[in-house]
């Protein structure tokens, strides 16, 4: 396990020092990435093997694949929530190597929204309430705070169940409120994790149209996972993984 730490810190060191040859036009870079869990002495899991993509400012982009296959890790090193053995991610041109604790706290509070599949709502808070929540950790006025709650909940549809606590609520409803909680900070990338994985068809695939239209409408750059090809389908391009690996790309007719 020693070792293991080691190793990591040495990968960890040699991202901040190598080249990388950058996409002036991403928002999202990734170079190699891999990682391995340690579960017991002699045996590892590699989540990611060698995974490079790059995500341009206003693109929409699923990555697509079963369970087991990577997906959610990829997110997590490209929120910032989890470090990569080795291999590099960039984001708006900054490699996350360069960061310490408080710039990546920084990085995922103002510049990266988060879409959960199980909502993640504060159940004793109303939908005002939820989405003004990052916003208030972000040390925004009172104004400002008022004026993009109130945009946000009104671009969601939802300025009529502002008052209604998340058990109120529809589950549509209520990943429509975390989507507009996401959004309230104005990030420069929205990512979101299954979204439509707690809904039933229908209403999935409302909220991947919404996601869609925030896209086309706010120029809004969306890396989106999912298991549903029919819900990968809707982005305009659509990364397959398996084994922790991209397998294809497709660039769907969106």
């Known amino acids: 396990m020693k070792k293991s730490k080691k190793r990591i810190k040495q990968n960890l060191e040699s991202q901040v020092t190598k080249d990388y040859d950058l996409d002036s036009e991403a928002m999202i870079q990734t170079f190699e990435l891999t990682k391995i869990y340690n579960i017991t002495e002699g045996i590892e899991i590699r989540a990611l093997n060698g995974v490079s993509i790059d995500v341009r400012k206003g693109e929409f982009v699923s990555v697509m694949g079963p369970s087991g296959s990577g997906k959610t890790t990829l997110l997590n090193m490209i929120g910032a929530l989890d470090n990569p053995t080795s291999g590099a ?37 109303s939908a005002y309430e939820n989405v003004e929540l990052p916003m ?26 502002k008052d209604h606590l998340p058990s109120e609520l529809s589950g ?29 068809t229908k209403m999935g695939m409302e909220i991947v149209k919404l996601l869609r239209e925030l896209n086309l409408e706010l120029n809004q750059t969306i890396l989106m996972v999912t298991h549903d090809p029919s819900v990968g389908a809707l982005a305009e391009r659509m990364l397959k993984m398996r084994d922790g690996q991209i397998i294809d790309t497709v660039i769907t007719k969106n």
Do not use: W
């Not at 708006?92 to 604790?101: E, I, L, V, Y």
């Not at 104004?143 to 549809?157: A, R, S």
């Open 89 to 125: 991610v960039y984001i708006n041109r900054t490699n996350m190597a360069h960061m310490d604790d408080k710039q990546r706290t920084n990085l995922r509070l103002k510049e990266i929204g988060f879409i959960f599949q199980f909502y993640n709502l504060v159940p004793v808070l």
């Open 172 to 200: 549509g409803e209520q990943q429509r409120v975390a989507i507009a909680r996401a959004l309230c900070n104005e990030p420069s990338i929205l990512i979101a994790d299954e979204p439509t994985g707690e809904l039933d």
């Open 136 to 161: 208030l950790f972000a040390g925004k006025g009172k104004q400002e705070i008022e004026k993009n709650v109130n945009k946000f909940l009104d671009v969601v549809e939802l300025s009529e169940k």
